[in-house]
């Protein structure tokens, strides 16, 4: 039911989403940086590695289509934003072992 989706369940679902270039989820580089549920409407507040990124619109799409496909979703809503802007320190740990960083 809509009334049960948690931010928890979007981010771990936004879990499934990839950089193309990057080897690594979007939760895990930093690119997700809100997540509101309000019953069925989810809105993600993302960002890019770099706000000329031409792979924006792919890495946004595919995050609207993950998020839809959850049970209890009603709408989805990406905003990208650059500000503050990304920096490698968002990468959490996990990440940065997969980087070898």
Known sequence: MA???????????????YDPEIPVNVVDLGLIYDVKVNEGDVYVEMTLTAPGCGMGPFIAQQAEWAIQDL??????????VFEPPWSPDLISEVARNQLGI
């Open 3 to 17: 009334d049960q989706l948690t931010t928890d369940e979007i981010y771990e679902c936004l879990k499934s989403v």
């Open 71 to 80: 049970e209890g979703v009603d709408d989805v809503e990406i905003e990208m």
